[in-house]
Antibody, heavy 124, light 110 residues
C-alpha cells in the first residue's frame, strides 16, 4: 500500500533552516510528482511547490522562490523540502502529497496520498 | 494568481441532510478543480478531481459539479464522519503550476 512517512517535529530559531523528509513506499517513487503543502495553525492549505522525482525538476510557488529547495534521493525513495531564513510565520504543519492520478498518461496534479505532516515551530 | 473563494465559511447541517458547498475562481479554471476533506489533526483527503470525478474509494454521496469559475460540492446525506473542513483547489496552470486553495468551508453539526 502507498505510504508517505514524514520526519518528526522540528523547533527552529528565526533565521535558521529546516529540512523535512518524506519517505515513499508501496509504489514507484520516480513515477509520480510530489507536492509540498503547508498549513499554519488554524489556517488553510498553502501550496509550496512540487518536485519531479524522476528528473529532479521543480516548480515553486512565487511566494517561496529563493527560500525553498526541493530535492530527492531516489536510492531511498525520499523527497525533501528545505526552507531557509525561517520566520515566525513559517510555523506550520508541512505535508508532502503524491500527485498520483493519471488519465491516458496525463498527470492530474492533485494529491491522492498525503504524508502525516511535520510540525515546524519557529520561535526564539 | 488565481484566487479561490468558498462559501459559506461555516455550514451547520443535521445528519442525514444535504450539504451544498460553493467554490468560486477569480478567473476560469475550466474543470481543473479538486475538492479535499480535512478532519482535525489529519492530512487532507482527496474527494473530487476534474470538478466532478470521485477519487478512488470516495462514497457516492459526494458529488462535484461546475466548470469555469463556479463549482459546487454536494454531500447528499451527511453522515457523522462527514463533519470536517472542505477545501477546493485549482490546478488550471498545470503544467507547471501554481495551485491555489480556497479558504475552506467548515461543515459542523446543527
Amino acid at each position: 500500500q502507498v505510504q508517505l512517512v514524514q520526519s518528526g517535529a522540528e523547533v527552529k530559531k528565526p533565521g535558521a533552516s529546516v529540512k523535512v523528509s518524506c519517505k515513499a513506499s508501496g509504489y514507484t517513487f520516480t513515477g509520480y510528482y510530489m507536492h509540498w503543502v503547508r498549513q499554519a495553525p488554524g489556517q488553510g492549505l498553502e501550496w509550496m511547490g512540487w518536485i519531479n522525482p524522476n528528473s529532479g525538476g521543480t516548480n515553486y510557488a512565487q511566494k517561496f522562490q529563493g527560500r525553498v529547495t526541493m530535492t530527492r534521493d531516489t536510492s531511498i525513495s525520499t523527497a525533501y523540502m528545505e526552507l531557509s531564513r525561517l520566520r515566525s510565520d513559517d510555523t506550520a504543519v508541512y505535508y508532502c502529497a503524491r500527485a498520483g492520478i493519471t488519465i491516458f498518461g496525463v498527470v492530474i496534479p492533485t494529491g491522492d496520498y498525503w504524508g502525516q505532516g511535520t510540525l515546524v515551530t519557529v520561535s526564539s | 494568481e488565481i484566487v479561490m473563494t468558498q462559501s459559506p465559511a461555516t455550514l451547520s447541517v443535521s445528519p442525514g441532510e444535504r450539504a451544498t458547498l460553493s467554490c468560486r475562481a477569480s478567473q476560469s479554471v475550466s474543470s481543473n478543480l479538486a475538492w479535499y476533506q480535512q478532519k482535525p489533526g489529519q492530512a487532507p483527503r482527496l474527494l473530487i478531481y476534474g470538478a466532478s470525478t470521485r477519487a478512488t474509494g470516495i462514497p457516492a454521496r459526494f458529488s462535484g459539479s461546475g466548470s469555469g469559475t463556479e463549482f459546487t460540492l454536494t454531500i447528499s446525506s451527511l453522515q457523522s464522519e462527514d463533519f470536517a473542513v472542505y477545501y477546493c483547489q485549482q490546478y488550471n496552470n498545470w503544467p507547471p503550476g501554481g495551485f491555489t486553495f480556497g479558504p475552506g468551508t467548515k461543515v459542523d453539526i446543527k
